[in-house]
């Protein structure tokens, strides 16, 4: 498999500039014809940007960043063409876009990325969830935009080797303190790459209140909560742009029976203060739930840690909700705080914001003389036959839910590292080749890469397959049997000969669990058969620690 990469590599023979602005970024290729320019002139201001209005009231802009030498730089707040010290707000180069703020300047600007939202239904800007452009901890040279977070402003069609924008709001706080909503559009001028345009329109500043409506009195209403606005998806069971729907009393969440997402909840035992970050472990999925009523109502898919938020009143039929606050697993594998306010005839009110992903190291004893195994997402082991699980212990046997041993995706790869602490994130390594015209490679080894003159990076994000389970030899005396395990697993321990005594390796195993997310494992201790084991989950969608 091999693809374009829509990220710079500095390597050896590859130039980088420093712009004007101190902001050092390499040049980037896309898709579509290079159009050679002579740099040594720059284009007059004003000659790269045109703007023109749309019916609907908002406007629509089209930048000229043909010349991957040239940043061209744009104030949304006057709808002009500036240079980079007259308080622009927006920059763009090739399929580059950068933001004046953070590494890339001092206006303060920032950005909220709105995936699914509907352009002209946004009105207001949101009141949380924005960022800027960031340091590279791997390349100072490439900074992180945020125009190429969440995988970026535009899909890339390895078959047609074009660009599409893909269906997203930005919201961007700018220079001056005002608020904008924007939507990019295309990239090509006829069959030409470098031409970015983009829709755009004020919107008002977010309200001084977290708290919003949604009326579900009528039948589901489906949130957005990068927004908090209500959204209408187009099939809501494989639709990503909701991460929790109301309806009356019944409560859903974009995972599990209810959606094709990363969507989930857990009961958050403290104050709303009190909760400002989540780990990825206790979140449960949406399952099939009684509806709320008499006996025999009927059955609805439903967020089981939402099924008792409310207190219900026989003399007056009405319901109330509960002072609690819960944690809500959104579409994308983000994490929010949320509580219900009020509640009058269908019509709640809710807070929302976001809280920052903090993962934490989980221990779990595995029992001696029995298969013991561990589901990662609810941290528990497995109480039945039946349950789900991703990874198993008897004695020294390890076996993960895939191959021989499962009907999921596991499987195990071992680290170089000698402590969890030292794994940070899955290597999905791949073979760069700039001759080849930016191409990343994932079909290839590393020794390979190295002789074809490619440069082996995990910034090429290539799929890593973990090794499934087989039908291993039972430890011990020749002649004792079979047993479906992971082989990689397998190494986790030393044994001694003479003294009969199994330890522990300083390894780190890195596990994809049922359902494809991933864990990093350590064994610490062996004693009477009864291991133990020191892990951290990423979560679902997540490939870094």
Avoid at 488 to 500: E, I, R
Wanted: proline share 6%; hydrophobic share 35%; charged share 20%.
């Amino acid at each position: 498999m091999r693809f374009t990469l829509a990220i710079t590599l500095v390597l050896a023979g590859c130039s980088t500039e420093s712009q004007s602005d101190s902001v050092p970024v390499a040049p980037v290729e896309d898709a579509g014809t290079r159009v050679e320019q002579d740099t040594t002139t720059p284009s007059p201001i004003g000659s790269l940007i045109t703007t023109a209005a749309n019916d609907d009231g908002s406007q629509l802009t089209s930048v000229d960043a043909s010349n991957s030498e040239v940043w061209v730089y744009f104030d949304i707040d006057t709808g002009l063409e500036v240079t980079n010290s007259d308080g622009w707000d927006l920059a763009f180069k090739r399929s580059n876009i950068m933001v004046n703020g953070g590494v890339s300047g001092s206006g303060g600007v920032t950005v909220s990325i709105l995936p699914g939202v509907e352009f002209g239904e946004l009105s207001q800007a949101p009141a949380s969830g924005y960022r800027t452009d960031e340091e590279n901890p791997d390349d100072a040279n490439n900074p992180d935009l945020v125009f190429a977070a969440d995988g970026g402003w535009y899909d890339y069609d390895v078959s047609t080797h074009t660009l599409t924008a893909r269906d997203q709001v930005y919201v961007v706080a700018t220079t001056d303190g005002a608020w904008f909503k924007l939507k990019m559009d295309t990239y090509y001028r006829g069959e030409e790459g470098g031409y970015p345009t983009f829709n755009w329109a004020s919107v008002e500043a977010p309200a001084d209140s977290p708290s919003f409506p949604v009326d579900a009195s009528a039948g589901w209403a489906y949130v957005n909560l990068d927004a908090n606005v209500v959204v209408e998806p187009t099939d809501p069971a494989t639709d990503t742009n909701w991460d929790i729907a109301f309806n009356e009393a019944q409560i859903q969440t974009n995972g599990g029976t209810s959606g094709s997402a990363f969507g989930g909840a857990q009961l958050f035992t403290g104050t709303w203060e009190e909760l400002i970050s989540s780990d990825s472990v206790g979140y449960s999925v949406d399952t099939s739930l009684p509806i709320p009523g008499p006996p025999g109502a009927g059955d609805f898919s439903g967020s089981p840690a939402f099924a008792d938020w409310y207190d219900y009143d026989f003399e007056t039929h009405t319901l109330s909700p509960k002072e609690v606050v819960f944690m809500v697993r959104a579409s994308d594998g983000d994490y929010f705080k949320l509580r219900i306010l009020g509640y009058d005839s269908g019509v709640y009110t809710v807070e929302a914001e976001p809280v920052t992903r903090e993962l934490q190291t989980h221990e779990t004893v595995f029992p001696a003389d029995e298969w013991s195994d561990l589901n990662f997402a609810s941290g528990e082991l497995a109480e039945s036959s039946e349950a789900s699980w991703d990874i198993g212990i008897n004695g020294v046997q390890c076996r993960t839910n895939g191959g021989t041993s499962g009907d999921g995706q596991a499987g195990a790869l071992v680290s170089e590292a000698a402590s969890l602490d030292d794994v940070s994130e899955i290597p999905r390594s791949g073979c760069y080749f700039l001759a080849k015209g930016h191409i990343c490679e994932c079909d290839i080894t590393a020794q390979e890469c190295t002789e074809q003159q490619g440069a082996w990076t995990p910034q090429c994000a290539c799929d890593v397959e973990p090794t499934a389970d087989s039908m291993l030899p039972i430890p011990g005396p020749p002649g004792a049997g079979e047993y479906s395990g992971n082989s990689v697993l397998g190494s986790w321990y030393d044994y001694d000969p003479v003294t009969h005594v199994v330890s522990p390796k300083a390894a780190v195993f890195i596990v994809r669990d049922a359902s494809g997310s991933w864990a990093k494992v350590q064994f610490t201790d062996y004693t009477d058969g009864a291991v133990t084991a020191s892990w951290v989950w990423a979560g679902p969608g997540r490939f870094d620690f």
